[in-house]
């Protein structure tokens, strides 16, 4: 099998090596990136879809990563690899030079990235930290701000602040370079969607009616989630890429925090999976208190906050018939879709994404940060409803 080329479709994902082989080559590196535990959590919620932690003590930004997934196996990597994902991006294998974006040949503008607000009226005269990329389309070489490609929360011997917004979008891992850019185009195309959600008003997202939703893996979710007395609410989120992207919202009085997920991905069963794994995933991030970024207590959870009263799910009016969405995109090879969402999401925005390989094991496995210029990310770590 070449894992360039060759899917394997699995419930709720889709990669190039099965999730044995793909277990097998991320053991041999815990140790090098100093995960000391991986931990199943799945049973201290009721709901019973599996959800696993990956614990790495030294690390320089979360220092437990979440992953889930249709099977033990499957959370179990997905929680690793996040790991893994991080510990890259905390050292980048890559070389850095400094210049203005001025001294560049940029093929986009400073101002099509995240820079920050008060430095916007310098951007092109900033001496920043440059590596370079290779354009997801073109093969050019493509200068791109080491402060989008590298992540760290450790404090460093330089006192300027970031010129750019750093954040974990865009970073991902994969059995081969290909498979790895995919999952994280589709993340950059789902938080961008996403970016326009609004809390409390009309947006453009349509609620799903879930009795009309069916295929296999998804109806076994939304099964776990009614027998565990869940409420859910699912949302079709049209974008301007044409691809399936969903949010979902679950509540229950167990539990009674508002958590929320969301997917996106050329696959309509994967992208409504995704949504849906990762609300579960967020629920059990709470229950468990062990994520480095999340508050120490609740008000939902408080007496007299309110916490009980259950929110007002809508029923919603679009089937799942009329939501999904055939796309010219899922391919049984895995490099040939990376290539097609590429080109697309190039036309559709009229600026090319750039790949960087911070791979340290490329025979094993690659990590790669994507960036997309003009691509919004607006609702960092929160999804509006």
Same mark, same amino acid.
């Given at each position: 099998?070449?894992?360039?080329? &060759?899917?394997?479709?699995?419930?709720?994902?889709?990669?190039?090596?099965? @999730?044995? $082989?793909?277990w097998?080559?991320?053991?041999?590196?815990? &140790?090098?990136?100093?995960?000391?535990?991986?931990?199943?959590? #799945?049973?201290?919620?009721?709901?019973?879809v /599996?959800?696993?932690?990956a614990?790495?003590?030294?690390?320089?930004?979360?220092?437990?990563?979440?992953?889930?997934?249709?099977? /033990?196996?499957?959370?179990?990597?997905?929680?690793?690899?996040?790991?893994?994902?991080?510990?890259?991006?905390?050292?980048?294998?890559v070389?850095?030079?400094?210049?203005?974006?001025?001294?560049? &040949?940029? @093929?986009y503008?400073?101002a099509?990235?995240?820079?920050?607000?008060?430095?916007?009226?310098?951007?092109?005269?900033?001496?920043?930290?440059w590596?370079?990329?290779?354009?997801?389309? +073109?093969?050019?070489?493509?200068?791109?701000?080491? &402060?989008?490609?590298?992540?760290t929360?450790?404090?460093?011997?330089d006192?300027?602040?970031?010129?750019?917004?750093?954040?974990?979008?865009?970073?991902?891992?994969?059995?081969? =370079? $290909?498979?790895?850019a995919? *999952?994280?185009?589709?993340?950059?195309?789902e =938080?961008h969607a996403?970016?326009?959600?609004?809390?409390?008003?009309?947006?453009?997202?349509?609620?799903?009616?879930?009795?009309?939703?069916?295929?296999?893996?998804?109806?076994?979710?939304?099964?776990?989630? *009614?027998?565990?007395?869940?409420?859910?609410?699912v +949302?079709?989120?049209?974008?301007?890429f044409?691809?399936?992207?969903?949010?979902?919202?679950?509540?229950s009085?167990?539990? /009674?925090?508002?958590?929320?997920?969301?997917?996106?991905?050329?696959?309509?069963?994967?992208?409504?999976?995704?949504?849906?794994?990762?609300?579960?995933?967020?629920?059990?991030?709470?229950?468990?208190?062990?994520?480095?970024?999340?508050?120490?207590?609740?008000?939902?959870?408080?007496?007299?906050?309110?916490?009980?009263?259950? @929110?007002?799910?809508?029923?919603?009016?679009?089937?799942?018939?009329?939501?999904?969405?055939? #796309?010219?995109?899922?391919?049984?090879?895995?490099?040939? $879709?990376? =290539?097609?969402?590429?080109? *697309?999401?190039?036309?559709t925005?009229?600026?090319?994404?750039?790949?960087?390989?911070? +791979?340290?094991?490329?025979?094993?496995?690659s990590?790669?940060?994507?960036?997309? /210029?003009?691509l919004?990310?607006?609702? =960092?770590?929160?999804?509006?409803?």
């Amino acid at each position: 099998m070449n894992p360039a080329e &060759d899917k394997i479709r699995l419930p709720g994902t889709h990669r190039t090596r099965t @999730p044995e $082989e793909t277990w097998a080559v991320a053991k041999r590196h815990l &140790d090098r990136v100093g995960i000391s535990r991986v931990a199943d959590v #799945t049973h201290l919620d009721c709901i019973g879809v /599996p959800v696993c932690l990956a614990i790495r003590p030294g690390s320089e930004t979360l220092a437990v990563s979440q992953g889930k997934g249709a099977t /033990p196996l499957l959370a179990k990597i997905s929680a690793v690899m996040e790991s893994i994902e991080l510990w890259h991006a905390e050292r980048p294998a890559v070389e850095t030079f400094t210049a203005s974006a001025e001294e560049l &040949d940029l @093929p986009y503008g400073l101002a099509d990235l995240r820079i920050r607000t008060e430095l916007a009226p310098y951007r092109d005269s900033l001496r920043l930290d440059w590596v370079e990329g290779v354009g997801t389309v +073109s093969g050019r070489a493509v200068p791109v701000p080491a &402060d989008l490609v590298g992540l760290t929360l450790a404090a460093g011997l330089d006192w300027r602040p970031a010129a750019l917004h750093a954040s974990s979008n865009g970073l991902a891992s994969g059995n081969s =370079r $290909e498979e790895a850019a995919l *999952h994280a185009m589709y993340e950059l195309v789902e =938080r961008h969607a996403t970016s326009f959600l609004r809390p409390g008003a009309r947006d453009r997202r349509r609620t799903v009616r879930v009795e009309t939703i069916t295929g296999g893996h998804c109806t076994a979710l939304l099964d776990a989630l *009614h027998a565990a007395g869940v409420d859910t609410e699912v +949302s079709f989120v049209p974008n301007e890429f044409g691809l399936p992207c969903f949010v979902c919202f679950v509540w229950s009085p167990e539990y /009674p925090v508002l958590c929320a997920g969301s997917g996106c991905h050329s696959n309509a069963e994967v992208a409504l999976s995704r949504a849906l794994t990762e609300a579960v995933q967020t629920r059990l991030t709470g229950i468990s208190g062990t994520r480095d970024d999340i508050p120490s207590g609740n008000a939902a959870l408080e007496t007299g906050m309110g916490g009980m009263v259950a @929110p007002r799910f809508d029923p919603g009016g679009l089937t799942w018939a009329e939501a999904v969405q055939e #796309t010219p995109f899922d391919s049984d090879s895995i490099a040939a $879709e990376f =290539r097609s969402v590429a080109e *697309h999401v190039e036309r559709t925005v009229g600026l090319e994404p750039v790949m960087v390989d911070i +791979s340290s094991a490329p025979e094993d496995f690659s990590v790669v940060r994507i960036v997309a /210029p003009g691509l919004a990310y607006r609702n =960092r770590g929160v999804i509006p409803r």
